[in-house]
């Protein structure tokens, strides 16, 4: 599977929902903060989709 297609049907369904607590700190969080923890996240994804 090529990277593309696979990180296309990586957020299929997958987005967490966040409490309203958690998106008043993503809304009040520095974007570089917030793509540090969206990077992180894809990351971990990664990580436990390989090991699934």
């Known amino acids: ?3 593309a ?3 296309k049907s990586y957020f299929n ?3 967490p929902r966040f409490t309203q607590k ?3 700190k993503i809304a009040d969080a520095k974007p570089s903060a917030l793509l540090l ?3 992180r996240y894809v990351r971990d ?3 436990s989709q390989r090991s699934a």
């Open 1 to 3: 599977m090529s990277k």
């Open 5 to 7: 297609a696979k990180s």
């Open 13 to 15: 369904g997958k987005i």
């Open 22 to 24: 958690e998106l008043d």
């Open 37 to 39: 923890k969206a990077m």
């Open 45 to 47: 994804s990664e990580k």
